[in-house]
Every structure is written in structure tokens, then in C-alpha cells.
């Protein structure tokens, strides 16, 4: 008897995987194209190339520049499921516009723990219906009288600038979260002025730890990770950040009564209300506000500081330019005066000084997306590729 039942479930299992050994063909047949790119080896089963992000202890910087100098672009990679990877802006214009990848890629998974429900990583059909609301804050009202802001922060920079004493980075985050804070919460928080601040460490901190997270398996998943070291000290840094924007909220809201909340007219947004357009919304909780808020302070501040350091060091390296970018805004806002916001479509020099360095030193070097169909690259149709979606 029990003879017979081992060679029925031996038959099954054969039958089993000669099943999706056929199906695994079909799917190698009916994408070739895709299969034939070159990958980095070694490709290990469960791992992929997991052994690739091991040796370059997880810096996707130095995985990614080792990738493109012996392997190849465009290539496949497996981390650890397949992965179309790219550089090709014609390529990247339609993956980017598609309509079937706006879906995160799979590796956003890390920022699942601490990003769950914003914007970043939201699924398709609720990032729509946020995005709509958050949008709202950045209308062009806002953003134009934003500008004033600058013109009363600027000065102060520009003084601690002179003085020569700070690292600049650390300079421009404090200024930036200024920004953030002024603009978008209403609340002057002056972290220009402190020698160091803990919020600014927490962002830095944070984002440090998190990306070591990618392509580590054990760190990857959320169960295991909070028993690392470092799933430990994000849980920690993140209820801090999270305890700092609460007692915002709860401010906020005790200052706001409802009948404030009616007279927030979305179409006449100013600024600083974001906060108020968010609180007033009937859908949102304080959970979500909070945590869409510390997505926003992180990438609305760390982003904006390093471009504009980044800036600073090429124009440094370049006198020739960083003389004509100082003519043009002489030269058109005149000397010491304020900057209104409908002069800066003038500033035609210095806006393609600023493109050139996003080009060239982008804070975002990397993005993703899933598909959740069939997308064609190219005019030659042949080519069919499918990013990391894995379905026969
Ligand atoms: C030089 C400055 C900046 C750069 C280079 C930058 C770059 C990026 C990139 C590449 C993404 C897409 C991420 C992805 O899909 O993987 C992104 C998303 C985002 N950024 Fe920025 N960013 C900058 C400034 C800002 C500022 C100032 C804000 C807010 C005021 C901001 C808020 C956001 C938000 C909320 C998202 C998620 C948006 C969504 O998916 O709906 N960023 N940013
Ligand atoms: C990776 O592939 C496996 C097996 O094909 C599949 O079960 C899994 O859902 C895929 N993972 C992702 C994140 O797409
Ligand atoms: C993040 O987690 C939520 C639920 O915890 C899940 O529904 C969602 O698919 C996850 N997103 C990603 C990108 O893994
Ligand atoms: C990890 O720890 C945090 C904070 O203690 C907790 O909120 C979260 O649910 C834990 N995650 C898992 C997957 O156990
Ligand atoms: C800078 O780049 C943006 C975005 O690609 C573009 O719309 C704008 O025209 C560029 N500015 C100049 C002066 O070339
Ligand atoms: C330098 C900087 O961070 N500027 C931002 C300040 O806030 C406005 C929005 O209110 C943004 O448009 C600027 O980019």
C-alpha cells in the first residue's frame, strides 16, 4: 500500500514539474527577446543575484556602476525575480508614461514598513485619489507665493554661507526643512539657526539605513528585519519622526475648529495650508496625514538640499559658467533686490546651469516600476519586454 502511494505522488510530482517545466518553456519562448539580454552571473535559484548585492555590500551605487561596465544596458537582473534594467531615455519615456506601469517595483517592498499607505508606494487606485488631494497644496498660486519665502529665508542662508564655517549639505537640509515647514505647515520652525538638528539626522539616518536594505534578503523581510540591529533603530528614529509630526497634528487641530475646516476652499488654497487641506479632508486619518508628511519632509528637503550643493560644487568646478549664471541674475533681478516668482522664466542661463547638474548628479539615480501587462519598447515590435510581471 504505501509502495503505491509513493509511486502516485512520485508520478505527480513528475507530472507536476514536466507541467511547469512546458510552461516555464512557453514563457522563455514567447519572451526570447528578453531572455537573450545579457545578466550577471551568478543567477542562484531563490537568490537570483543576490550574491552580486552581498559583495558589494548592498550599494546599489556600486552594484549598479559594476553592472553597466561588464555587463551591459540594457540587461536582465534577478533580484530575484527577473528585472528589465535600463538607461535608454527613449526606453524610459515610454516605461514612464505607460499606463500599465505605474505600479512601484517589487524592491520598494523595503520602504513597505515605513512608507505603507503614502504616496510613494500606495497601490494605483488609492495613490490616484490622494495624489488628486496632496496635489491640491502645489497649485500654482502656491507655489508662485512660495517665492516670497524665499526672499525673507534667502538672506539668512546666504549670511551662514558667507561665514564658511558649515558643512554644506547639512546647511542646505536645515534651510530646505525650513522651507518645508514654512511653506507647507505654516510653522517657523528656524532650524537654520541650530547648530545641529535632530530632525535633520533622523531624514539622513533613516534614508541611510533603509537602503541598506535593498537586495538583502534577511533585511527584506519585514519579520526578520525587526529583529536586525537595524529594523530596531528604524522602528525607533521613525516613532520619533512620527512623535514630532503628531504634536503638530494635535496642535493643528485643537487651533482649527470645524467651522474653519469649511472655509478651506481648495481653489483658493494658500500657502502653508497644506496641513488644513489635509486635516479637512472627511477620509483622512492622523495616522495617514502623519505618515504622508514624513514622506513628504523627507523627500521634499534631502532631494532639494543635495541638488542644490551638488550645484554649488559644479559651479565651482566651473568659473566660466558660475560667471555667467551670476550676470544673468544681475543682470535681469538686478543687485539686492527681492526675486518675484514671474521673473524666474527669464532666468533662462541659470535654469539650464541647474538642468545640467540634475542631469549629471541626479539625488534619484534609480527608479522602478512593475508591469501588469505586455510593454513594447522601441518601434521594432519584436521586442517584446516584460518587467519583473511573471505570469504564462
Ligand atoms: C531636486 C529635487 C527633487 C528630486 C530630484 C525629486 C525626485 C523624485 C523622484 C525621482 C521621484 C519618483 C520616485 C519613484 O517613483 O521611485 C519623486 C517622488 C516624489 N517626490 Fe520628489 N524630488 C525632488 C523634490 C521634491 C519636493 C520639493 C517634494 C515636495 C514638495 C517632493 C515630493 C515627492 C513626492 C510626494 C513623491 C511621491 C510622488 C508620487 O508617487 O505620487 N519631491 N521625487
Ligand atoms: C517572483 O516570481 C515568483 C515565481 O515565479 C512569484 O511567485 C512571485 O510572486 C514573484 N515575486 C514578485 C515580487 O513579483
Ligand atoms: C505594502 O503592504 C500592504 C499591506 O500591509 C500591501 O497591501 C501592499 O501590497 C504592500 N506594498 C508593496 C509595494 O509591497
Ligand atoms: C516590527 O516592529 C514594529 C515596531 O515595534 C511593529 O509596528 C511592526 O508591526 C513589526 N513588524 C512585524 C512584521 O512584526
Ligand atoms: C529644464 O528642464 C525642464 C524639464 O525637462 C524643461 O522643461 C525646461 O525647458 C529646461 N529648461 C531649459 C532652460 O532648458
Ligand atoms: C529651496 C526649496 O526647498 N524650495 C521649495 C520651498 O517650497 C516651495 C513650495 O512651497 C517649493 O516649490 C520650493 O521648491
Known amino acids: 500500500m ?72 540594457p540587461c536582465v537582473i534577478y533580484m530575484p525575480n527577473e528585472t528589465y534594467c535600463t538607461s535608454c531615455p527613449e526606453e524610459l519615456k515610454i516605461i514612464l508614461n505607460h499606463p500599465d506601469c505605474l505600479e512601484k ?76 515647514t514654512e511653506n507647507f505647515l505654516n510653522i517657523n520652525f528656524n532650524f537654520l539657526d541650530e547648530k545641529e538638528s535632530e530632525f535633520v539626522d533622523m531624514i539622513t539616518n533613516g534614508e541611510k539605513t533603509m537602503a541598506r536594505r535593498i537586495g538583502n534578503l534577511i533585511k527584506m523581510n519585514d519579520f ?69 508628511l514624513v514622506l513628504l519632509a523627507g523627500a521634499a528637503t534631502d532631494t532639494t538640499a543635495y541638488s542644490m550643493a551638488f550645484t554649488c560644487v559644479l559651479l565651482g568646478m566651473h568659473p566660466d559658467i558660475q560667471k555667467k549664471v551670476y550676470e544673468e541674475v544681475i543682470n535681469i533681478v538686478g543687485k539686492d533686490k527681492e526675486i518675484e516668482h514671474n521673473i524666474l522664466p527669464s532666468l533662462k542661463y541659470t535654469e539650464m546651469a541647474i538642468n545640467e547638474s540634475l542631469r549629471l548628479l541626479p539625488v534619484i539615480p534609480y527608479t522602478g516600476r512593475r508591469s501588469v501587462a505586455d510593454i513594447h519598447l522601441g518601434k521594432d515590435m519584436h521586442k517584446i519586454y516584460r518587467l519583473y510581471f511573471f505570469d504564462v
Open 224 to 292: 526578520c528585519y525587526n529583529f536586525t540591529g537595524d529594523g530596531r533603530y528604524l522602528n525607533k528614529i521613525m516613532a520619533q519622526a512620527f512623535d514630532f509630526i503628531q504634536k503638530i497634528l494635535t496642535n493643528k487641530r485643537l487651533e482649527l475648529n470645524e467651522n474653519y475646516f469649511s472655509h478651506v476652499e481648495t481653489k483658493e488654497l494658500r500657502r502653508g495650508q497644506l496641513l488644513q487641506l489635509l486635516l479637512s479632508d472627511k477620509d483622512t486619518t492622523d495616522e495617514y496625514i502623519r505618515k504622508e
Open 105 to 180: 517595483g517589487s524592491f520598494y517592498k523595503v520602504l513597505n514598513t515605513t512608507f505603507k499607505q503614502t504616496l510613494l508606494i500606495e497601490s494605483v487606485s488609492k495613490w490616484k485619489k490622494n495624489r488628486k488631494l496632496v496635489s491640491k497644496g502645489f497649485n500654482q498660486k502656491v507655489l508662485d507665493s512660495s517665492v516670497e519665502s524665499f526672499n525673507t529665508m534667502g538672506p539668512n542662508l546666504i549670511e551662514k554661507l558667507k561665514k564658511n564655517n558649515e558643512d554644506l549639505v547639512y546647511l542646505f537640509q536645515k534651510f530646505t526643512l525650513d522651507n518645508f
Open 2 to 73: 504505501i509502495e503505491i502511494a509513493a509511486i502516485l505522488v512520485s508520478l505527480l510530482l513528475i507530472a507536476i514539474s514536466t507541467y511547469s517545466w512546458i510552461k516555464e518553456k512557453n514563457h522563455k519562448n514567447k519572451y526570447k527577446d528578453f531572455y537573450s539580454l545579457p545578466t550577471p552571473k551568478p543567477v542562484l535559484p531563490i537568490i537570483g543575484n543576490g550574491l552580486l548585492f552581498y559583495k558589494f555590500n548592498y550599494n546599489i551605487v556600486k552594484v549598479s556602476e559594476f553592472i553597466s561596465e561588464t555587463v551591459g544596458n
